[in-house]
């Protein structure tokens, strides 16, 4: 047990266990699983198990070194930071390519108080999987008490068009109706609802539309 603690020591350094790359994470998996079986199966010797451990603890090691001096070997181990939002538009085929939904991205806006994509210049998916976010600058907070500046109620914007289909629910909830939606699509220029990959409205009639054609775009690490 003393060894796996050095070993996690070892491996983590001084960043928290949500922030490790995959690999690390996977090394710290394997290594207590291999502890745990040692230690519920008595029939095991200890030895075996610490030279494991330590082989482990040292090829993680010797990993994280080499990714940090090779950028090649670096992009086969890792996940690169990936860009599935810009100027207020989901990027589908870049979503899809890390494997996300669409509920996924909304549930990690919200974690980030975020409800209009409207807002966003860029969102990025970095390598331990959580999402930056850098607003467009007339989005910027500010403190209106402070300005004595009246605002209304903040309206919720709705998924109204997700990956082609029409959101019938949704849409009543808006008092609209799909015809509505698609005279709507067609004003901003998508003759078909197919072009579209996702569109949120709220109450106000501000809707956000993200086709499906824009371009794919991966941050350098």
């Known amino acids: ?14 960043r928290p266990i ?3 790359p995959v690999f690390d994470f996977l090394s710290l998996i394997v290594i207590g699983a291999i502890v745990g079986a040692d230690i519920a199966d008595p029939n095991i010797e200890h030895l075996p198990t610490a030279f494991a451990v330590i082989i482990l603890a040292a090829l993680q ?3 994280s070194e080499m990714i940090i001096k090779n950028k090649k070997f670096k992009k086969w181990v890792t996940f690169e930071p990936t860009i599935i939002i810009q100027d207020g538009q989901l990027i589908h085929k870049n979503i899809k390519k890390i494997k996300y939904s669409i509920d996924e991205v909304l549930m990690l806006l919200r974690e980030k108080d975020i409800f209009d994509i409207n807002t966003i210049e860029y969102g990025v998916i970095e390598s331990s999987g959580k999402l930056s976010i850098l607003k467009r600058t007339e989005y910027d907070e500010v403190i209106k008490r402070d300005m004595n500046i009246v605002t209304k109620k903040a309206s919720l914007p709705v998924a109204v068009v997700v990956e ?6 949704n849409i009543k909830r808006l008092n609209l109706n799909p015809e ?3 005279k709507i699509l067609n004003k901003q220029g998508y003759s078909r609802v197919e072009d579209v990959f996702f569109a949120a409205m709220d109450s106000e ?9 824009m371009e794919s775009d991966v941050l350098e690490p």
Not at 164 to 169: G, I, V
């Open 205 to 213: 009639g501000n809707i956000s539309i993200s086709p499906y054609q």
């Open 1 to 14: 047990m003393t060894l796996l603690l050095f070993s996690t020591l070892f491996i983590m350094g001084k």
């Open 18 to 20: 949500g922030e490790l």
């Open 164 to 169: 082609k289909e029409l959101q019938t629910e």
């Open 61 to 63: 090691r010797f990993v």
């Open 180 to 182: 509505d939606i698609l």
